[in-house]
């Protein structure tokens, strides 16, 4: 299994830019999970999928951010517009029973 | 809110030397599991305890899940180079899906 897979691995966008970043979960896990992570805030969790339904968004930080899933094997996590504060790395990880099963993350930088 | 307290943040040693990181709860806990993220990295899953009072040896890491089931600790004996990154303890509540994630433990290998 090649784990979770996340692109892009690096963003560079300008403010008021959109951005999407993508992640394909481990095939039969039925949870998913996007989080962001900074030296300030540490690991924060911003929405969770069971079954592709978003179960609970409320780590969402506004409006700007949104968040799809689907199918079973396909999530995107968008910000329009982006900000200078959303700079962090995002990761998305998927589960099947309690093991979290993180991907590399998306290092997003923006201008 | 629900929390989990992590110390300390950074602990240096010297190669050899011993390492421990300690979680504590606000509230009981159903299970916690550990993370290991390396430098550059993304969280990868060490352990999970369940059990009141439960230890567990993985080689060197010894991690204990307090009688209360609100407290944890992961020890690492002679620490390693390879031990480098920050540790991370997670704990599940029943009746809710999410993982509520320390602030992480640094280690730090002096030169």
């Known amino acids: 299994d090649a784990g979770v897979i996340q692109s892009p691995r690096h963003e560079v966008t300008e403010m008021g830019q959109e951005v999407t970043l993508r992640c394909k979960p481990i095939?039969?896990?039925?949870?998913l999970f996007w989080y962001r992570q900074t030296m300030m805030r540490g690991l924060e969790l911003l929405i969770y999928f069971n079954n592709n339904v978003p179960i609970d968004d409320s780590g969402m930080p506004e409006d700007r951010f949104s968040a799809k899933m689907p199918n079973a094997s396909f999530s995107t996590l968008k910000i329009q517009p982006s900000e200078p504060r959303d700079s962090a790395v995002y990761f998305c990880?998927?589960?099947?029973?309690?093991?979290?099963?993180f991907g590399p993350g998306t290092r997003l930088t923006v201008l | 809110g629900q929390q989990v307290m992590q110390i300390p943040q950074y602990q240096h040693v010297q190669e050899g030397e011993d390492f421990t990181t300690y979680c504590n709860s606000s509230?009981?806990?159903?299970?916690i599991q550990w993370y290991k993220q390396r430098p550059g990295g993304h969280p990868v899953f060490l352990i999970q305890?369940?059990?009141s009072g439960e230890v567990k040896k993985q080689k060197r890491l010894t991690f204990q899940f307090g009688e209360a089931k609100k407290n944890s600790s992961l020890h690492i004996t002679a620490t390693q180079t390879t031990d480098v990154g920050t540790y991370f303890c997670?704990?599940?509540?029943?009746?809710?899906?999410?993982?509520?994630w320390g602030a992480g433990t640094k280690l730090i290998i002096k030169p």
């Open positions: 305890l369940v059990k």
């Open positions: 095939s039969g896990h039925n949870s």
């Open positions: 997670a704990g599940k509540v029943d009746s809710n899906y999410q993982l509520i």
């Open positions: 990880a998927s589960s099947l029973f309690h093991e979290q099963f």
């Open positions: 509230t009981t806990l159903s299970n």
